[in-house]
């Protein structure tokens, strides 16, 4: 297996999966934009997007669909979910939350505040999507009233999507407007040790 990274984008959610796990694999820390900075990686993965995983002759792009498949396809794992378990359906929620309801807003966030050159920065879209974001947020903050993880009693990938986007938010600023079990719940989940060991691995050198 192969994971193409950027320091603390998406791909940390893979990244951190495959350190929760314990799994071989290779990975390719890169200079973000890698569309520009990378040789080749248009060929891998033409959105020029962050991450891409290679599997043998399968390739995902998707942060959270990465995570879905290590799980089913490298457990049994207790990260993963059956659709036996009575809270699979909140489990899969929460996965699919984490980008299209969390993350979404967060990039519009970061590419007008940051990215884009200062003349094309819209502080007004800065301040629209942080306040889409941090309503949305509502929903984790009253799921994980009185608990520790978001499904199951047990940390799963699910916690790994979700505190991926709260941690992405702090990055931006956007935690000093997050209540008390959010600030609890990241501080938590970036307390383990396959987030540390994650953390550890993307300060190595880009592969040449």
Known sequence: MKLYHCSNARSLRPLWALEEMGLEYELINMTFPPRFTYEG???????GTVPTFIDGDLTMTESSGICHYLVNKYGPTS??????????????NWLYRS???LTFPQ?????????EPEERRQPQVVEDYGKWYLARLRSVETAIEGKEFLCADRFTIADITIAYALFLGASLGLD??????????LENMTKRPGFIAAQEKQTISPAE
């Open 79 to 92: 990260l993963g979910m059956t659709v036996d378990e009575p809270e699979y359906g909140d489990y899969l």
């Open 176 to 185: 000093e407007r997050y209540k008390p079990n959010c600030k609890r719940y």
């Open 99 to 101: 980008d299209a309801t």
């Open 107 to 115: 990039t519009l966030v970061l590419r007008y505040s940051l990215l």
């Open 41 to 47: 990686y248009l060929d891998l993965n033409p959105l």
